[in-house]
C-alpha cells in the first residue's frame, strides 16, 4: 500500500475506465435484475465491463473471462461479489494483475465477530499492505458516481449534483440516496465503505475537501482508527463545505449494534458532540432528517439570523409552530410597530386573523388572496426578521375544490422567492390524502427548481432551518 | 349561570334535540357549501333545525325564522354566526327563548387586544352569568358529537369512538379530527371552546372523567383560569382514562402567541412540565405527534417495560433505529445466549445478517420469508425483551416487484399480532413514491382493524411507544 493521497487514486475511484465484477452470475436473469454487471449496463456505465465467471463465454452480451488474469487489457476496478472465504484469492489475483481499486461487497469478515471473519479480514489486511492496490470495503456497496455511470443501484438519478457522501452503510446509504433523489437532491459522488480495511472515513473526506463538484459533504460514519485526521479534516471542510453528519451508535445500545455491523468502535456520545460543536459539522438524527437538512442547505440563502416571521392560517397552528420554532432556538419575535399598522390595513378583522407574529393574512377558503402576498412582503421587511416561514394546508383547499391551486401556489411562491430580500421557507401540511400527499410533492418540485425550500412538516422545516443558522453563525465566528 | 355540572347539561351539549342557526345565509348555495345550515344538513344531524334569517322564507328546505323566538317550538342549542357586534343582542334573544347551550362562533372579542372587543366579552359575561343559558366559546367551532350528528366540519367520520377532544383551536383542532380520523381514529365528542368565556376545559374535562364512551382523552389547551380545578380533574382522567395533551404557548413568543390567539394567560414552561409529570398527562409537541401517539394508546395493548427488540433489514437502519429508541428513553438490550442461538440457526450467513439485537433476518428481496415470522417470535420469547418493533421497506419490495406484498405483509403482520404474547410495533419506511404512500395506507389500515399499531417513520413509532411506556409505568406506580 502505497502512501498515496486520496486525490492521486481518485481517478480510479470514481472514474474507472474498465471495471472488472468477480462472481458475476452466468444466469443472465439473475444478473440483470441483481447482479453487479447487470447494473452497470442497465445504469449506463461508460467505461468497458469484464464479468468473471468459470462457467461461461458471455454474461448480457459482455465477453466473460476465467479470470481478472486472462483480461488482454489493464484494470482499473474491481468488484468483488464472491462469498468471503474466496475473497482473499480473488484480491490476490487483482494484485496481481495490477488493478488499482479493488471493491469487496461480500460479507463475512471482521463484523461477524466471529474467529473466521477476524482472520479472513487480517489476511486482506495483509495482502493490500503489501501491493500497489487500495480496497474499498469489506462489507459494503462501493460506489456511486453518475458522472462515470458506476452505481451501486439503478434507481440513483443519472443526473450529478453538489453532494459528496460517505457512508458506512449500505442499505442505510442506498436509501439516504434515493431519499435525497426524491426529494430533487444529487449527489457528486458516494461511498459505501463498510469495514474500512484500507480506505477510510478521512480518505474520502479528504478528496471532497478538494473536489470542486461537491459543494456540501454528507456523512453516515459508525466508527473511525484516524480520529485526529478524521478531526482535521472535517474542520477543514466546514469552512467552504456545509457537513451534515449522522453518527451511528451514539448510544450504549447503538454501539453494541455498530460493533456488529461494521465491527467499529463506536466511541462515546460526549466526544462526538464535543466534535461537532468544535468542527461547526450539523449533526443530524435520523436519514430523514439528513435529507431534510441538505434541501434546506442546497435550496435556501445565507440566513443571517434565527429571528423567524410566521405566515399562515390557524391560529393554534400558529402557536404550536412558535413553540416548536423556540424549542430548536430559532425565535418568534414581535414586529415593529410598523409592520402591525400596515398588517392590520390589509388584514380583515374576522376570525382568525391576527396582525401580530404569527400572523394570519389573506389566506381564505378561496384560495391565496392578494393580501397573501403583500402580507409576506411587509413580514420580510420587518428589521425584527431574519427570515420568512409560510405555512399552507393543501387538504382545506383540495376540500374547497380550488382546481388550480398547485398552479396559484407554485406561482405566487415563486415570484415572492425571487422579490424577498430574506430567504422564505415553505411548509405544506401533510396530511394521509393521495390527493395532497401529489399534491404536495408537485408543488415541491416546481417550487425547488425554483430554489425555493418546500418541506412537508413542520419538525423537519424547524430543525432544518435552526441547523442552518447555526452553522452559519459557526461559520461567521471562525 | 346555575352551578349545574356539566353531567347535568351534558345531553344539551352533545345530543340537542334542536338547533337554532343564528345568521344562517339566505344564499342556498352559500350556506350548502359553508354555513352551519348546510353543515348540520349534509352531516345528518338528527334533530331539527331552525335556520334564522330575517330575509327569507326557507333555506335548504328548511323553514327559516325571523328571530329565535318567533320558533314554535323549545330549543336547545344554538349558533351564533354573525359579526361580534351583534352577538350580545342574539344572546338576549337565546336567553329570553331559554335555549340551554349557546355556542358562539364570531370572533372579534378578548382575543383582538382591543377595547372594542374586551367591552363586547364582558357585556356576554355579564348576560350569561345571570341566566340558565350556558356559553360555548366566543371565537371557536362549538362541538363535534357524531352520535347526534352535530359537527363543525363535514369531513369528520360520521362513526363515534373512544377519544374525548376538548380543544381551544378551532382551525388547528378541525386539522386533529381530521388527521386522527384519517389514521382511523374515532371520537365520542369533541369541543373546540376558544376564548372560554363560560364553559371552560375543567367542564369538560369532566364531563370525559364520567363519559363511559369516552376512554382516552385528548387536549389542546393554551391557557386557564381555574387551574387547581382543572389538575384535579386531570389526575382523575389519567387513573383511568390515558390523556394526551398538546399545550400551545410554551415559549415565551408561543406566549405572546397565545395572547392574540384566544386571550389566554399561557403560564410558565416550569409548571407546566410539572403538571404533567404530576397527573401522568402525555405531554406531545406538534398537531401530527398528538394523533400518533393516540395511535399507540388506541390500538397497542399495556407495554410492561422499556427493552425493546427491533427486527428489520438493513445493519446502519438499526444502528440509527437503536439510538433514537435510547435517546427516548427506550432500551434496546441484547438477547439472551439461548436466544441467540435459535436465530442463527433460522439466519442465513451472508451481507446483512445479525443475530444480535437489532436483529436482521429473513427480509430477503423476494419478499417476507417464513424465516421472518420464526425471528419475531424468537425475540418475543425472549425474557430480556418487553415488546417488538419490526421496520420494513415498501420501496424495496415495489422495486424489486413483489406484487402481492401488501396482502401478503398485512396476512403475517396480523397473524403475528394475534400469536405474540407481547406487543408489536409495525414502522414503515417512508419514501416519496406515490406507490409507497398508497401501499402503506393500504397495510397500516388493514392492520390496525387487526389492532396492531403501524407507524410511517421511526421518529413517530419511538416517540409514541415510549411515552406510552411511561404512561404505563406512572398508573402502575399510583
Known sequence: MLSETISQIADFLFNPRSVAVIGASSDNEKERSG????RLVQFGYRGRIYP??????????????????????????????????????????????????VHVYAAGFGETGKEEGGRLQAQLEDLIRNSETRLIGPNCMGVYSPESGLTFDTRFSKEPGPIGFLSQTGVGGRRLIYLANQRGLRFSKAISYGNA?????????????????????????????????????LKRCTKTRPVVMLKGGLSEGGAGAVASHTASLAGNRQVWQALFKQTGVIAVESFEEAVEQLVALVNLPIVKGRRVGLVGRGGGIGVVATDMCEAQGLLVPQFTQETREQLARITPAEAGSSVRNPVEIGLGKRGLSEHYGRGIKLVASDPQIDLVMTFLNPE???????????????????ELGKSLSKPLVVVFMPGRDVKVFELIIQIQDKCQEAGIACFSN?????????????????????
Chains 1, 2 share one sequence.
Open 197 to 233: 480495511l484500507d480506505l477510510d472515513g478521512p480518505d474520502f473526506l479528504e478528496f471532497f475537501l478538494e473536489d470542486p463538484k461537491t459543494k456540501f459533504i454528507l456523512v453516515y460514519i459508525e466508527g473511525l482508527r484516524q480520529g485526529k485526521r478524521f478531526f482535521s479534516a
Open 396 to 414: 382545506d383547499y383540495i376540500h374547497y375544490g380550488i382546481g388550480d391551486w398547485a398552479e396559484q401556489v407554485s406561482n405566487e411562491l415563486i
Open 52 to 101: 468473471i465467471n468459470l462457467n461461461t463465454e458471455e454474461i448480457l452480451g459482455l465477453k466473460a473471462y476465467h479470470s481478472v488474469e486472462s483480461i488482454p487489457d489493464s484494470v482499473d476496478y474491481a468488484i468483488i461479489a464472491v462469498p468471503a472465504q474466496r475473497v482473499p484469492e480473488a484480491v490476490k489475483q487483482c494484485i496481481r494483475k495490477r488493478i488499482k481499486m
Open 35 to 38: 447482479g453487479w454487471v447487470g
Open 458 to 478: 413542520f419538525d423537519a422545516a424547524i430543525k432544518a432551518t435552526a441547523k442552518l443558522v447555526t452553522y452559519y453563525e459557526f461559520k461567521q465566528d471562525r
